[in-house]
T-cell receptor, first 113, second 116 residues
Framework: AQKITQTQPGMFVQEKEAVTLDCTYD???????LFWYKQPSSGEMIFLIY??????QNATEGRYSLNFQKARKSANLVISASQLGDSAMYFC??????????FGRGTSLIVHP | GAGVSQSPSNKVTEKGKDVELRCDPI?????LYWYRQSLGQGLEFLIY????????KSGLPSDRFSAERTGGSVSTLTIQRTQQEDSAVYLC??????????????FGSGTRLTVV
């Protein structure tokens, strides 16, 4: 069984500052992948970043980076230089041997000007 | 197509009626997933199709829910005798193959179902 925990229901950040969204996971799979998705108010789920369990380097995609700490089973998303358009719900997810990705409850991020 | 297409985008139905929601995945994607997202909640897994294999229906909340996938492409989620608690956004996602995690999952824009 897989589980994702996102403990921050809401986060606030000032424009141009960095913000970290927390995600911890649990899985019995040896090989798995961690994902972050963004869901703006329009509702679509936008893929942001992927980290494989065997990847030694932290994944980065533009202003997004994934702080992967395997021993602690954490996969935090770091957004650098926040923009107003980053205001959205953010979901952490895990995929693995069961082939069915499991999502967390999400974190609402609000970026203030 | 270029993305995952879902229709209708919005559906209002009366309690007790049946509804059908459609998902057209990305061409070539063999894996297809249905999720339900209630207001302010996370994504609840419903059903998973992989190629011609028997679907994983372990997430369907009741026998009022069913889904099929024809020709390994388009999928239809059917909810019979709808109840007010069925009101939610129904999201469909597809991926290149269920086990190829690197390619991720592409979501459609969802169908917002309101049962009145």
């Amino acid at each position: 069984a897989q589980k994702i925990t996102q403990t921050q229901p809401g986060m606030f950040v000032q424009e141009k500052e960095a913000v970290t969204l927390d995600c911890t996971y649990d899985t019995s799979d040896q090989s798995y992948g961690l994902f972050w998705y963004k869901q703006p108010s329009s509702g679509e789920m936008i893929f942001l970043i992927y980290q494989g369990s065997y990847d030694e380097q932290n994944a980065t995609e533009g202003r997004y980076s994934l702080n992967f700490q395997k021993a602690r089973k954490s996969a935090n998303l770091v957004i650098s230089a926040s923009q107003l358009g980053d205001s959205a719900m953010y979901f952490c997810a895990i995929g693995g041997g069961s082939y069915i990705p499991t999502f967390g409850r999400g974190t609402s991020l609000i970026v203030h000007p | 197509g270029a993305g995952v297409s879902q229709s209708p985008s919005n559906k209002v139905t009366e309690k007790g009626k049946d509804v059908e929601l459609r998902c057209d995945p990305i061409s070539g994607h063999t894996a297809l997933y249905w999720y339900r997202q209630s207001l302010g909640q996370g994504l609840e897994f419903l059903i998973y199709f992989q190629g011609n294999s028997a679907p994983d229906k372990s997430g369907l909340p009741s026998d009022r829910f069913s889904a099929e996938r024809t020709g390994g492409s388009v999928s239809t989620l059917t909810i019979q005798r709808t109840q007010q608690e069925d009101s939610a956004v129904y999201l469909c996602a597809s991926s290149l193959e269920g086990g190829l995690l690197y390619y991720g999952y592409t979501f459609g824009s969802g169908t917002r179902l309101t049962v009145v």
